[in-house]
């Protein structure tokens, strides 16, 4: 096999583990809201567990992307992909992280549903995860129009935040009986805002990957 096709190959199963990763993160993201509904703690559990299938997967590309460019000494377009690569899994592991952070919090409020006082996160979560999914896509297709329609939607994510804190600002003008409660459903909303700006990230350095720009600055 040629250098090339070696490269080519290489670049191929890269591909594969970055949509297995992004595989990953979502049904984590679909697990935290079910974990979130219904207060299921053991699923909240196997959330947090399995953030390590996301970090091993995280290593397995980082190895990966270092290994081509110690062997195959890329330039230009190549050595783009590549670094792209390394930019992109960073923020998927985060993306982990975060529904890892939000199944620790459903954990430790063991008092009454906090699903229902507001109305706004899980509208939140279903965003979050459509733009996760398709920044994933666009990424792995190179799919700059998708990723830049993307971009967008996180003004969505961040007028649904807004309305889970006038929502929470509501409950403690009214009563102190769930202070906790309301700062653990604030933090639970920054988590999936937070989501939502990495699937933003995706989709910059998906536009990185594709002119070398980012944020129409010029960097490789």
Known sequence: MTARLTFEHELMLLRDNLTEMGHLIENAID????AFETEDEELAKEIIQGDRNIND??????S????LILKQQPVARDLRIVTTALKVVTDM???GDHAADIAELIIREKREPIYNLVKHIPEMGKVSKEMVHDAVVAFTTLDIDKARMIIQKDDVVDDL???VKEEVA?????????VDQCVDILMIAKYFERIGDHAVNLCEWTEFNETGSVNNIRIL
Do not use: A, G, Q, Y
């Open 170 to 178: 509501t409950i403690l003008r009214t009563s102190n009986e769930h």
């Open 161 to 163: 935040f807004d309305k």
């Open 57 to 62: 997967i995280e290593k397995t590309i980082e």
């Open 31 to 34: 697990n935290t809201m079910k």
């Open 64 to 67: 990966r992307c270092l290994s």
């Open 93 to 95: 592991e985060r993306i």
